[in-house]
């Protein structure tokens, strides 16, 4: 059976890593390849914290993007109004409120990983075989770790 543990530790804050992500997600929206930069993209014009109406609007001015635009959408994303609402918050929060992004940034990379269409059945497939879930998005992922 796999452990149902977080396989990592962490003795960063959420808002200190979670600012450090933003700095990520900025150099990949201002990045000339496409690639790094769109999924970015659309997730701020998701999260409406640009004036940009269209993600080719977006995309043209993504070079004038600042850090207080992506701290925003982490926020939002989050659910919380905006990061002013989420920073005194965040660090009241368990770690695994940001495991998504841990996993965006490759810090399960070493960990064998199964994925599932929703959290519902990630959950069901860990009773039988354990595992670490982590909600991304409407998808789940079980982290998996020898116990």
């Not at 926020?75 to 905006?82: H, K, Q, R, S, T």
Request: with cysteine; hydrophobic share 40%; charged share 25%.
């Amino acid at each position: 059976m796999w452990s149902t543990s977080c396989p990592i530790s962490s003795s960063v804050s959420n808002s200190d890593f979670l600012r450090e992500h933003a700095r990520r997600l900025l150099r990949h929206a201002r990045d000339g390849d496409t690639s790094a930069s769109m999924p970015v993209l659309r997730r701020l014009l998701a999260t409406n914290v640009t004036r940009a109406a269209r993600l080719a609007d977006l995309h043209a001015i993504r070079d004038d993007l600042q850090l207080k635009h992506l701290l925003a959408m982490l926020a939002i994303e989050l659910g919380y109004a905006n990061w002013d609402a989420c920073k005194p918050d965040i660090d009241k929060q368990p770690g695994a409120i940001i495991d998504r992004y841990r996993l965006d940034a490759g810090a399960f990379n070493d960990h064998e990983k199964n994925w599932f269409a929703n959290e519902a059945d990630a959950l069901e497939w860990q009773r039988s075989h354990g595992g670490y879930i982590v909600r991304y998005g409407e998808q789940a992922v079980a982290i998996l770790k020898r116990e």
